[in-house]
C-alpha cells in the first residue's frame, strides 16, 4: 500500500480553505453571540444597552475580572465574542501570507503565536479559572480536552490551548 502525499499546493489550499470556513463562522457567530449576552443581561435584570455593545463590543462588555466564578455561561459569551471580532482580521492576515507563496510551516508558526496573543489577553483575567485547572487531574483534563461539556469545560479548554502554547514555545527559546 503506497504513502498519500499531498503536494504543497494541495495542502496550501486546504489549509486556506479551513482558515476561511472558521473566518465566517466567526464572524456568522457574532450577531447570535450579541443576542445571547443582551438576552442574558435582560433575563437577570442587568439591563445592557445592545446598541452600545454593537458599537463597541469589546469596551461595551463587562470586564471579565468582574465577573463571577460561577458563571460560566457569561464568561463563555464575552470571551468568544472578542474572539469573534479579533480573530477575522489575523486570519485574514495569515491567508494572505499563503497566497503569495510564504512559507506554509512559518505562515502557520506565526498564525499559531497571533492566536495565542489574542487569547492570552482575552483569557488574562481568568484567574479563578485558571487556578482551577492546577487542582484537576489528569483523567479530568482529558475529558475537557476531548470532550467538554457545558461552557466550564469549553474555557478550561481554551485555557489548557493557551498553557500547551505557552509550554512549546518556552521549549523553543
Not at 449576552?37 to 433575563?43: E, L
Not at 487531574?137 to 470532550?147: A, F, P, T, V, Y
Not at 461539556?149 to 493557551?162: A, C, N, Q
Amino acid at each position: 500500500m503506497g504513502v498519500f502525499n499531498i503536494n504543497e499546493n494541495q495542502e496550501r489550499v486546504q489549509i486556506i480553505e479551513k482558515m476561511l470556513t472558521y473566518k465566517i463562522h466567526l464572524e456568522n457567530s457574532f450577531d447570535y453571540l450579541i443576542d445571547e449576552i443582551v438576552n442574558y443581561y435582560n433575563s437577570n435584570n442587568q439591563k445592557l444597552d445592545a446598541n452600545k455593545v454593537v458599537e463597541d463590543p469589546i469596551n461595551g462588555l463587562k470586564d471579565l475580572k468582574d465577573i463571577s466564578f460561577e458563571n460560566s455561561y457569561e464568561a463563555y459569551l464575552i470571551t468568544q465574542i472578542k474572539i469573534s471580532i479579533l480573530l477575522p482580521r489575523v486570519i485574514e492576515e495569515h491567508v494572505k501570507k499563503l497566497n503569495v507563496d510564504d512559507n506554509i510551516d512559518i505562515v502557520l508558526e506565526l498564525f499559531e503565536l497571533k492566536v495565542y496573543d489574542i487569547k492570552k489577553n482575552i483569557y488574562s483575567n481568568l484567574d479563578e479559572w485558571k487556578m482551577l485547572l492546577d487542582h484537576i487531574d489528569n483523567e479530568r483534563i482529558s475529558k475537557i480536552s476531548n470532550n467538554p461539556k457545558g461552557h466550564s469545560d469549553l474555557l478550561l479548554k481554551e485555557l489548557l490551548w493557551i498553557r500547551k502554547c505557552e509550554e512549546k514555545h518556552s521549549r523553543n527559546v
